[in-house]
């Protein structure tokens, strides 16, 4: 079940949040910057320790690896990294790829609830419409066990977007 919401995150009751992180895996602005600040410092540990274990150059873009959620309400954080918009060259399937690693790192911790921002549209300058075309369907089309994805927009044109990509989607 895909569901679409207006609002914080940090704030939802599911299992995982997924966040739009970058490759250093140690924090940013936006939707990485608010689980930081809100989850504290037991999710910046857990980052710190994957960068010494698994990932020394980073979380490769379109990678996913889980952290607990910390103070936050979910019991996960998911976190992937969107790659950069750039017009001259198509990182589509970088960008579907955040979502269907979150969404198998999520079957892995048994997560039944997962929510998704819209990724890599912030800082990372994805236009609106085309990344929740591709959230929507990459999605839709991901076998997974999680029974609702729920996609978590910020401001009222992302909600609409989204909502307008699962009408298309049908
Ligand atoms: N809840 C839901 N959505 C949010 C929230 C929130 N609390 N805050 C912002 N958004 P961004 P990116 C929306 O920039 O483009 C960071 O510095 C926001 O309006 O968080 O993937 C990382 O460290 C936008 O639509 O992620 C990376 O360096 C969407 O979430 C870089 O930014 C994503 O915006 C990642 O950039």
Redesign the pocket.
């Known amino acids: 079940m895909i569901t679409i919401v207006q609002?914080?995150?940090?704030?939802q009751h599911v299992d995982a949040v997924v966040?739009?992180?970058?490759s250093?895996l140690?924090?940013?602005?936006?939707?990485?910057?608010?689980?930081h600040h809100r989850g504290g410092p037991a999710i910046l540990r857990e980052c710190r320790e994957l960068r010494a274990s698994r990932y020394g150059s980073g979380l490769p873009t379109g990678q996913a690896v889980a952290t607990t959620a910390g103070d936050l309400p979910a019991r996960w954080v998911i976190h992937t990294?969107?790659p950069?918009y750039a017009k001259t060259r198509d990182r589509s399937h970088q960008l579907a790829s955040c979502f269907r690693e979150s969404l198998r790192v999520a079957d892995e911790l048994g997560a039944k609830t997962v929510a998704f921002?819209?990724?890599?549209?912030?800082?990372?300058?994805?236009p609106?419409a085309d990344?929740a075309r591709i959230a929507v369907t990459t999605v839709r089309d991901c076998p997974t066990e999680v029974r609702e994805i729920r996609f978590?927009?910020?401001?009222e044109p992302?909600y609409r977007a989204f909502h307008e990509a699962a009408r298309a989607a049908g």
């Open positions: 609002g914080d995150i940090t704030a966040n739009a992180a970058n250093s140690m924090g940013g602005g936006g939707v990485d910057g608010a689980i990294v969107g950069v921002p819209a990724i890599s549209t912030g800082v990372y300058r994805w609106m990344a978590v927009l910020y401001d992302a």
